[in-house]
């Protein structure tokens, strides 16, 4: 692995080194404002993939209007590589100093805010659903402590279809509702929404599994109904989890969850959450870096840590003795081999710890004045989650993982409908 911030650094200190200007423009009409950087490298040859990697890094996380690059030598490749970068991004990247004007706010279907409201509900028992690829989380609180959780796969071996799906939902949110009356339901959902919190792409499991987005319009309804006496909430599940840590009073951190992808968002100085499609970061540009499943990227952190990445890492170190190694559970496999000294187990963790920190050097160079990377996801919990915090020790930014790693996307679900909180993206359905 050739981390692509090792790469760039090195390609700077060459003698022929030269900036590469990058010109985002980020806001909207009037708000606008224009952010430059250089990536210095030289003119020709291995430049192209690091400086565009790095450039399409930026567009990832800072979402800008539009992006302008001057580059020191035009040729094919550059040209071919920014097709690949628009086609990914959809929004305009030119070559030149000429960054295009941010469209007018005008007809534009920007992030609606709900008011704040403080409580927004009365007490009463809280249900949170975190509906993943893999796996779905579910747990009540009261008053914010958490009284029961639960969990079980999203999928078990030959369940399709939305039916299916809200059935073994309903069935794990009855199981912490323990007979009692909800008097709220959130569901966090790994998939992109628009601003009314409709469903509008699926992962690559939820569309095998269920095919058409629009499935999902009456999904929380279907699973409230008989369970919850009063108003259900469906978001984007990282966004909610940024939102809920910014009530918390997180500032300057972003979040990161290894799951059936590499999820994240992050959150600003004012406590405002950016999602972020972290999947997409590419961190390595070595010869050996390995292809995206569905994109044309290469290097990009779905086809590291997540699920799938881990269990091809861990296969291809065991031969044929990583044959019955599952995606599905390679949390608990990897842990199991890690308890009993399993050299590929261990060697795995290093390998997750050193590209965790190119995803922390990324991210320091990319967003100035972010403090913290904060870690989540089931796998985190016990001993991998250990090892993988001491393997972060002296990173470039704080790293830290969660208290509760496997479950705090469903207690911030279940949190949701009462923030006082700005809520963009959100659902709010009719009480039951």
């Not at 040729?75 to 070559?95: K, N």
């Not at 966090?188 to 628009?194: I, L, N, Q, S, V």
């Not at 058409?212 to 008989?226: S, Y």
Request: charged share 20%; hydrophobic share 45%.
């Amino acid at each position: 692995m050739l981390a692509l911030v090792d790469a760039l650094r090195s390609l700077g200190q060459e003698p022929q080194a030269v900036p590469w200007t990058v010109h985002l423009a980020q806001g909207w009409s009037g708000s606008s404002s224009v952010r430059t950087f250089h990536i210095y490298a030289p003119p020709r040859g291995r430049s192209i993939r690091p400086v565009l990697s790095r450039l399409h890094n930026a567009i990832l996380l800072t979402n800008p209007a539009s992006a302008a690059i001057e580059a020191p030598l035009v040729d094919e490749r550059l040209t071919a590589g920014l097709d690949e970068l628009r086609s990914l991004h959809h929004v305009p990247i030119v070559l030149g100093r000429d960054v295009p004007p941010p469209p007018a706010r005008a007809g534009l279907d920007l992030p609606a805010r709900d008011d704040a409201r403080d409580p927004f509900l009365p007490d009463g028992l809280a249900g949170g659903l975190d509906l993943g690829g893999t796996g779905m989380k579910a747990c009540v609180t009261r008053q914010g402590a958490v009284l029961r959780s639960s969990s079980a796969a999203s999928w078990p071996d030959g369940e399709r279809g939305i039916d299916s799906l809200v059935r073994r939902a309903r069935a794990l949110v009855a199981e912490v509702a323990a007979g009692e009356m909800l008097s709220s339901l959130g569901i966090g959902m790994a998939a992109p929404m628009d601003v009314s919190g409709r469903v509008v792409e699926l992962s690559t499991v939820l569309r095998e599994k269920v095919g058409d987005p629009m499935l999902f319009d009456d999904f929380g309804v279907r699973v409230a109904t008989g369970l919850c006496s009063g108003p259900v909430a469906m978001f984007n599940d990282l966004v909610n989890l940024g939102r809920w840590r910014a009530s918390q009073g997180a500032r300057r951190l972003v979040r990161v969850q290894i799951g059936t992808s590499f999820g994240g968002c992050w959150i600003d100085a004012n406590g405002d959450v950016s999602p972020v499609e972290m999947g997409r970061l590419v961190v390595d540009v070595g010869p050996d870096a390995v292809p995206h499943t569905y994109l044309p990227l290469v290097g990009a952190m779905k086809s590291y840590l997540s699920n799938y990445g881990i269990a091809l890492h861990l296969k291809a170190l065991k031969g044929s003795a990583g044959e019955g190694l599952d995606a599905r559970r390679i949390g608990n496999q990897l842990a199991d081999l890690l308890a009993n000294g399993d050299p590929a187990a261990i060697a795995t963790v290093d390998w997750m710890v050193a590209t965790l920190r190119g995803v922390v050097a990324e991210l320091h160079v990319t967003l100035p004045g972010i403090s913290e990377v904060e870690c989540g996801g089931s796998m985190l919990v016990g001993a991998i989650g250990r090892a993988i915090r001491a393997g972060l020790d002296g990173a470039a930014i704080r790293f830290s993982i969660p208290a509760q790693p496997g479950f705090d996307g469903a207690i911030a679900a279940a949190q949701a409908p009462r923030l006082g909180v700005s809520l963009r993206g959100l659902k709010r359905m009719e009480d039951r």
